[in-house]
């Protein structure tokens, strides 16, 4: 089974962001970004691009599809 591994922590602490403004930036709820950073949510399309627009990285360099 393909799983979703994402980098979204990383680069919320390396930008001395909270979970709520990210939240706020994107769109969505500090629950929303918990869950993506924990991996027990998969975002939407649309939500990784948001949140790879936020930090202006590709959203291949943010969220990697890794086979189990």
């Excluded at 909270?18 to 709820?29: C, F, P």
């Amino acid at each position: 089974m393909d799983t979703i591994e994402n980098s979204v922590q990383k680069l919320r602490s390396k930008a001395k962001i909270t979970q709520e403004q990210l939240a706020d930036a994107v769109g969505v709820t500090r629950q929303t970004i918990i869950a993506i950073e924990k991996g027990s949510y998969t975002p939407s399309l649309l939500l990784a691009l948001k949140i790879s627009q936020y930090f202006k990285k590709p959203v291949e360099s943010i969220f990697e599809v890794c086979r189990k």
